[in-house]
């Protein structure tokens, strides 16, 4: 990417699917929810965890709640609805760590 110009200049949150290659570039990265849940499939597949269903089902719900939003000619989620998933998120963030035991090494690094 470097050498054919195209991302050179960007100055945004670059959102990718784990491209190592693409942290190079803008201000800030972040992994786009489908690799996410991806690895998080993974895990509760490996691990048997019920935070990783958890988390899944939360990003889902999100993004479906986000998509009628969007149906309905919103531009954002009304006040405080952010709040609740905020809380939801750190509630499993917390049982995450309680069972960091039983987490493949690759997902370690994330929590």
Same mark, same amino acid.
């Given at each position: ?10 100055? &945004?949150?670059?959102? /990718?699917?784990?491209? =190592?290659?693409?942290?190079? +570039?803008? @201000? ?19 691990? &048997?965890?019920?935070? /990783?269903?958890?988390? =899944?089902?939360?990003?889902? +719900?999100? @993004? ?48």
């Amino acid at each position: 990417m470097k050498e054919i110009g195209v991302m050179a200049n960007y100055t &945004g949150t670059f959102v /990718n699917d784990h491209e =190592t290659a693409a942290y190079h +570039f803008g @201000n800030d990265n972040a992994e786009c929810n489908v690799y996410l849940i991806r690895y998080l499939t993974k895990n509760t597949q490996e691990s &048997g965890n019920a935070w /990783n269903r958890d988390m =899944t089902e939360l990003f889902l +719900f999100t @993004n479906g709640e986000r998509n009628l939003l969007i149906l309905n000619g919103e531009a954002s989620f009304p006040e405080g609805e952010v709040s609740l998933f905020e809380a939801k998120y750190d509630e499993i963030g917390r049982r995450t760590r309680e069972h960091r035991g039983n987490m493949p090494v690759r997902m370690k690094k994330h929590y």
